[in-house]
């Protein structure tokens, strides 16, 4: 007996469904290499599953960017928008671009010169003139920046010893009050220990008169 037709419709169960889609998946993959190996075709082939995970198989010396350029000109749709062309156009631009900088970064260096002509070389050593002119320029500015610099740090100097005479004066002078009032502060401990007798008591004019 031969085998029973199977219904195509989608597999309820995720198990059996998951289950049919590697088997088949590497079917058509095996298709894919043997119709390339027997038939000598280029050959495509990019499969995503239910999970996101991507499989393809491209044949041997085939590019798939060729590949797709020949898809949009045998059937003439557009694989590619306005804006990733805009995108595309975008980076050939900024390449050619990096390409010419670093040229003209070897030209400066001197170097790969031989083939630029007369005018050339002329625009050439007015940049390179300028360019020196603008170092000079810069250098003397930060001469004339560290110069200033140590002026100040000189006048500063000069200023210290003064500042420092300054700030022993205060010192001592902040010593001296400080021993002035320990002193009286003893002074005034050792009288309110000695007994009312013998404490020294003010002078009274107005008592020798009434005598």
Not at 114 to 137: C, F, P, Q, W, Y
Not at 195 to 208: D, E, K, S
Request: glycine share 4%.
């Amino acid at each position: 007996m031969g085998r029973g037709k199977i219904e195509i419709k989608r597999i309820e169960n995720s198990s059996n469904r998951q289950v049919t889609y590697s088997k088949r998946r590497n079917g058509i993959m095996k298709k894919a290499k043997e119709i390339t190996v027997l038939c000598d075709a280029k050959v495509s082939l990019i499969i995503f599953g239910t999970s996101g995970k991507m499989h393809e198989y491209i044949s041997p010396s085939t590019n798939l960017i060729d590949m797709l350029d020949a898809y949009q000109k045998a059937t003439g749709k557009k694989l590619w928008d306005a804006k990733h062309e805009n995108l595309s156009n975008e980076i050939d631009r900024v390449k050619k671009e990096n390409d010419s900088m670093q040229i003209e970064l070897r030209h400066l260096k001197g170097e790969d010169i031989t083939s630029l002509n007369h005018k050339e070389l002329m625009v050439l050593e007015d940049a390179l003139e300028n360019g020196i002119s603008s170092i000079r320029d810069r250098q003397s500015e930060i001469v004339k920046i560290a110069r200033k610099n140590g002026q100040i740090l000189e006048e500063e100097n000069k200023q210290l010893p003064y500042f420092w005479h300054q700030q022993e004066l205060a010192n001592m002078k902040n010593a001296v009050e400080e021993t002035e009032d320990v002193y009286h502060q003893r002074v005034r401990d050792y009288q309110s220990q000695m007994p009312f007798a013998f404490r020294v008591q003010p002078m009274q004019p107005n008592l020798h008169e009434r005598i």
